[in-house]
């Protein structure tokens, strides 16, 4: 089954289901801890100043358990402005997509429709403020307009 818009489809070419909530596989039977499922990666994101978006054609063998509801993509973090939130440059991030975001949350931003960064989404007053997860860093501060969510973070792989 070819890729549509980024949806997660199985490694297995004899699975092609593609599960709605991740945590089921079809027939109600949980899925096989060792399960693994092709996600897009769409190239390098900013954990530090915004840097120019990419889409790649790549894609990134990621375990099911991992995995939540939705459709996914991963993005290798560039940068060290998400150090103490856990998040490393060189690491893998898991990227639910979603278009809104809760004070809190880390996000990938789109900022002005060309730069992508990861940060934590945060209101204020009639702003928008990423925050770094660096005391090294000051948090950036946007007009609402200029800043999209694409997705939030839902989880992270590392290679050692």
Do not use: C, W
Not at 117 to 136: C, H, I, Q, W
């Amino acid at each position: 089954m070819p890729d549509r818009g980024g949806e997660t489809r199985p490694v297995s070419s004899t699975n092609v289901v593609n599960l709605a909530p991740k945590t089921m596989a079809p027939k109600g039977k949980p899925i096989a801890a060792n399960d693994v499922y092709e996600i897009p990666l769409h190239g390098r994101i900013a954990a530090g100043m915004p840097i120019e978006a990419l889409e790649g054609q790549a894609t990134l063998a990621v375990p099911a358990a991992l995995l939540g509801s939705g459709e996914h993509f991963a993005l290798e973090v560039s940068g060290d402005s998400m150090v103490e939130a856990g998040i490393l440059d060189g690491d893998f991030a898991l990227i639910r997509k979603a278009d809104t975001a809760r004070e809190g949350e880390i996000i990938v931003a789109l900022v002005d429709d060309s730069e992508a960064t990861l940060k934590y989404f945060r209101r204020e007053g009639s702003m928008v403020r990423l925050d770094p997860a660096n005391r090294a860093y000051q948090p950036q501060r946007y007009a609402p307009n200029q800043v999209r969510v694409q997705g939030l973070l839902a989880g992270l792989l590392r290679r050692y």
